[in-house]
Every structure is written in structure tokens, then in C-alpha cells.
């Protein structure tokens, strides 16, 4: 008897955990951090279930919405392994040390403004914790635990990511995981052949909708840049330092290889994970025998460590910052000084999730709130979302139709807002039983 239990990304789109059990194996795949306002108080409070009886976990990829709270995992007495890609676990280690970084300065910040202690999620020891318990295994590569058979399976979407099958009981399960695009510049696309499963937990962030066309949006995106340098502005660009970073530098790269842009304007990379999750994927990526190196770096680019000089220039210049929503990191200084002007332009280059600042910019208002202060909003805000690292219906059709409806009995949609996933079934054709679990709710594999 195996049974699932959905601790989120259940009609939300982060937090991505879920829960396997059976007579004799309890295991985790993903457990990922809830990301908005509307959601990340979830992240405080206490597991479903006791970390200590977990046999393993498998992540997925390593957004921090699905690895996000694995310290924690820790903090609370975890002590099994943890399986993911090569390329994940290199990810992983700058993500989850840059995610304690975070919650230790948030408790400087608590204890300085309350006057008392409010405990972080997790501290940087959690995180160098978690890292000796990691275990890679390479794309199709078969792996076992407890009586579980596993393996990989390329998804796209970000460095490293995969899809994960685990047969438990007899029971197949296929966890999608984050589904990328089957057509990318510098990533290979997911998996494609014909697969029979049991039961399916599918992402569907984009069921219903359709990605910009990339080249046009491209084109677009540089005809923005030159209107803003042209008035003597700055842009802005709000970016997640794991696959959005990198598409944008493999852009800027070829615009200025063009002479598409101005070569004595500088773009900046104002992030030190960032950069570090692009000399990942330098050392990494060799599609059509292109090493990363040659798709990501240019002379134009700077590598910023001093967030100051950045903010001290008086040229115009290209300004890529996290975090990617707008709801902290370096960016928020670089809006707080670029809003009110309105020679500059902020490009919004992914998904903004409710009560994000990022969100509250596309909304069109005429100030925000930063830093308990009100911004003027006079900069022009530019959207722009063929970018994106997860697939769109054309792709999710793809990937799923692949699969033998005969033999599946039931597809679990999670990863998205409800009308997304409402939308993705009222576009799916074929015989397939579809159901969106609630968040914490428990469902027996029969």
C-alpha cells in the first residue's frame, strides 16, 4: 500500500515536497521552500512528519523552492541521504549556503528591530550538514534504497534538473519534477521516448498558455535596452542567479557580438552567487561542442563583488541583480535609486509570485514600498516572458503524451496557481484522469 502526501506546491506554485509511503519505506522527493508573501509564513512551522524516520530524499533540481528547506530537514535530526544529479549538488552547495546566509542575517536584522531572539529556519551549519549527505547519480543510472528502485531522467529546465521514477511495491511513480522547454539555446531538452508509469506527479506552472515567441522577444528585449541607454538610463534586470541569469548573459553576448548594442556600455552582474552559478554552468555545458565559457562571457561583462561601485556610476548601464521576484537581495537597492527616475526601465523577466515586489511592479503603480519607505514608480516597467525555464502547454503535451494512457490511472497536477491547472485540463484531449490534491492532503495509490 503506497500512499502520497502533498506538503506543497498543492494549487501553489512553490514549495514543492511530497511524501511516499509505504509498509516498509518513508521518503521524501523534494522539499523545497515557500516562496510569497500570501505563503512563506508555511516555511515555520513544524513537519508533517518526523525527519527522523525519513529512509532518504531525492531532489529533483535545485531552485530553492524544491531544496530550499532541506537544512531544515536537518536542524531537526535527519540523517539518511539525499540523491540527486552531479550538477544539482554543485548547485545546490552555493544555493543552500547563500539560503543560510540569508536567514542568519535575518536574524541580526529581527534581534536588532525586536530586541529579542526569533530563530531562523536553519543556519549555515545545517546547510554544511546536509551537504555531506548528498549522493549523485548520474541521468538513467538505476540506484536503490529500502526495497525502492530509482533513476533520473533529463527534464531540461535548469542545470542538472531531472525527472525521478521510483517503482515502490510494484507501484511506478514519476515524478516530473520541474519540466523545461524541448527546445533550448544551450540546455537538452527532456526525455522524449515512450514510457509506461502508473501514476504521474506533473507540474503544470504554464497549463493553458503559450511562451512568446523567443526570437521576436528577444529582439524586442534589445530594442528596449537601446531605448533606455539612448535617453541616458539604466536597465534594471531582477534575476534568479540559477538559469535566468544565464539566458540573459547568453543574450547580452550575442547582441553585443552583433554590435546590436553600444560596446561602451557595461553590463554588470551584481550578484556573487550568481556568478557562481555561471562559472557552474561554464564547466559544465558542451552542447554542440560550445563550452559555457564561450556563452556567457564577454568583454563588456564586470563580475561585481562591491554592490557600491555599481551604485556610484553615472553611465548608463545594464544592472543584473537578484533575487529574481524583486523581494530582496542587491536588486532592491538598484530599484530603490532607478524607480523614481524615469530614464530608466526595469525588465521583469519571469514569474512574480503574489505579494512580491516584483508582482506589485507589473500591476502598473505609481509608488511601492521599500524598506518602509514609498518609491515613486517613474521608471518603465517592461515584461517580458519567453524566457521562461518550464515548459508551456505545447511542451506539456509533449512530455505527457508520451506517456502510455492505457497503463497510467491517474496524473497528480501540481506546481501551479488553480486556474493554471484547471486550464490545463480543459486543453487536454486524451482519456486522462487528472487530479489537483489540496495542500497536506493524503492520497492512497491503489
Known amino acids: 500500500m503506497v500512499r502520497i502526501k502533498f506538503l506543497g506546491a498543492a494549487k501553489t506554485v512553490t514549495g514543492s515536497s511530497y511524501l511516499v509511503m509505504a509498509d516498509n519505506t518513508r521518503f521524501l522527493v523534494d522539499c523545497g521552500m515557500f516562496q510569497g508573501a500570501d505563503v512563506e509564513d ?17 531532489l529533483t533540481h535545485a531552485h530553492i523552492d524544491h531544496i530550499g528547506l532541506v537544512p531544515k530537514l536537518i536542524a531537526k535530526g535527519f540523517q539518511g541521504p539525499i540523491y540527486m544529479t552531479p550538477a544539482t549538488a554543485k548547485i545546490a552547495y552555493h544555493l543552500l549556503l547563500d539560503a543560510a546566509k540569508i536567514q542568519e542575517l535575518q536574524l541580526k536584522r529581527n534581534k536588532k528591530l525586536f530586541k529579542q531572539l526569533l530563530q531562523p529556519l536553519y543556519d549555515t551549519s545545517d546547510a554544511m550538514e546536509a551537504f555531506n549527505l548528498f549522493e549523485t547519480y548520474d541521468y538513467l543510472q538505476e540506484f536503490k534504497s529500502n526495497g525502492v528502485r530509482m533513476h533520473f531522467e533529463k527534464v531540461g529546465h535548469v542545470l542538472g534538473a531531472a525527472s525521478v521514477s521510483v517503482i515502490v511495491e510494484g507501484t511506478t511513480v514519476f515524478f516530473s519534477g520541474d519540466i523545461g522547454r524541448l527546445d533550448h539555446p544551450f540546455l537538452e531538452g527532456f526525455e522524449n521516448q515512450p514510457k509506461e508509469v502508473d501514476y504521474i506527479v506533473m507540474e503544470s506552472l504554464y497549463g493553458g498558455k503559450y511562451h512568446e515567441d523567443r526570437e521576436q522577444m528577444i529582439k524586442k528585449m534589445i530594442q528596449d535596452i537601446n531605448i533606455t541607454l539612448n535617453r541616458n538610463g539604466n536597465v534594471i534586470i531582477p534575476a534568479f542567479a540559477l538559469q ?33 552559478i555561471t562559472s557552474e554552468y561554464s564547466h559544465s555545458i558542451f552542447k554542440y561542442n560550445i563550452v559555457g565559457k564561450e ?13 557600491r561601485r555599481v551604485l556610484g556610476t553615472s553611465a548608463s548601464a545594464i544592472i543584473i541583480a537578484g533575487s529574481g521576484m524583486a523581494d530582496g537581495g542587491r536588486v532592491v537597492n538598484h530599484l530603490r535609486r532607478g524607480l523614481p527616475d524615469s530614464r530608466n526601465s526595469v525588465f521583469i523577466v519571469g514569474f512574480q509570485a503574489e505579494k512580491t515586489l516584483g508582482r506589485t511592479l507589473i500591476q502598473g503603480p505609481t509608488k511601492v514600498v521599500i524598506d518602509n519607505k514609498n518609491v515613486p514608480v517613474r521608471a518603465q516597467i517592461n515584461e517580458y516572458y519567453g524566457l521562461s525555464a518550464h515548459g508551456d502547454q505545447a511542451d506539456l503535451d509533449v512530455w505527457l503524451h508520451r506517456f502510455d494512457e492505457t497503463k497510467l ?38
Open 244 to 276: 535566468r541569469t544565464q539566458e540573459i548573459l547568453n543574450i547580452l553576448k550575442n547582441a553585443y557580438k552583433d554590435n546590436l548594442i553600444n560596446r561602451r556600455v557595461k553590463v554588470f552582474l551584481d550578484s556573487p552567487l550568481a556568478s557562481e
Open 42 to 58: 508555511r516555511n515555520y512551522l513544524d513537519f508533517e512528519f518526523d525527519p527522523t524516520t525519513l529512509d532518504f530524499v531525492i
Open 295 to 307: 556563452l556567457f562571457e564577454f568583454d563588456e561583462l564586470r563580475f561585481v563583488r562591491n554592490s
Open 409 to 446: 490511472k491517474k496524473v497528480f497536477l501540481v506546481h501551479a496557481e488553480p486556474e493554471r491547472i484547471e486550464n490545463l485540463i480543459s486543453h487536454e484531449q486524451k482519456k486522462i484522469d487528472f487530479y489537483a490534491p489540496e495542500w497536506k492532503e493524503e492520497v492512497l495509490l491503489e
